[in-house]
């Protein structure tokens, strides 16, 4: 899991960088990370990507796509092996909630939008709840079978994050706002967290200290103490500046 957290902050990292990329170089030098504010080079992840690619490109500012592709490679590679079954051998099937035409590019056909979190019953794992980027949450308790939209009426479609008591199952929080690694006019920022007590047919929304705009990327639920929970919110989209006050871990 932790190799995989790793990829994941190189590949975003390339995709800062990228902006200015040639056919056979990825640009990395100066020019382009002046144009990356501040706030963002000052964060740990954004300075242990910049290593990873620092050592490659030197002495120069540049890096070959193939040399990039070799040591992607070798990272995916090794994170692959540390896995109990090969990427290659799993099966994947889409179980929905179900896609829609996108009228806008016509040959993507059916699409569906961002699942950005998902939490699994601890005891019945036919129960499932998703929150999309802008779609809401939905739940199914036949394994996918059929979905229930639970998250229609509630001031965000936005969420993030979904985290269900271990101790009581029932329970659920689900941070509203999505979280990236930077912020464009695709992020969904949201309205604060949200707590269900009856498996997710009435909410509550809960803003106290961090406020009412918030971009949840993870929630976790103490596994001996269902009053304790830990929540993690990023910087905001480009509509707040990405410079969002409430940025941070959080514990409650």
Avoid at 15 to 29: F, K
Avoid at 71 to 85: G, H, P, R, V, W
Wanted: one cysteine or more; a negative charge.
């Amino acid at each position: 899991m932790k190799k995989n957290l790793i990829i994941s902050a190189i590949l975003c990292y390339f995709v800062l960088l990228t902006s200015g990329q040639t056919d056979n170089t990825i640009q990395t030098g100066n020019s382009f990370r002046n144009s990356i504010p501040e706030h963002i080079k000052e964060r740990k992840a954004y300075k242990r990507a910049e290593w990873f690619f620092d050592q490659r490109a030197f002495p120069y500012d540049t890096i070959p796509v193939i040399k990039y592709r070799q040591e992607m490679t070798k990272e995916i590679q090794k994170a692959k092996s540390n896995l109990s079954k090969s990427v290659d051998d799993l099966n994947w099937t889409s179980v929905g909630p179900a896609g829609v035409q996108f009228s806008l590019v016509p040959h993507w056909g059916i699409v569906s939008g961002r699942v950005r979190a998902l939490a699994i019953h601890p005891t019945d794992h036919q129960t499932v709840y998703i929150g999309a980027a802008s779609g809401g949450i939905w739940k199914t308790t036949d394994g996918g079978e059929s979905w229930l939209d639970i998250g229609h009426d509630l001031e965000s479609l936005s969420f993030g994050a979904i985290a269900i008591d271990p101790n009581n199952p029932e329970t659920l929080y689900a941070g509203s706002g999505e979280c990236k690694l930077l912020y464009d006019f695709f992020d969904f920022s949201g309205s604060g967290l949200f707590k269900s007590t009856d498996g997710g047919s009435t909410w509550i929304v809960i803003t106290d200290g961090f406020g009412s705009q918030t971009d949840f990327s993870d929630l976790v639920v103490h596994p001996n103490n269902s009053n304790v929970v830990f929540a993690t919110i990023g910087g905001g989209t480009v509509f707040s500046g990405g410079t969002m006050p409430n940025e941070g871990i959080w514990k409650s």
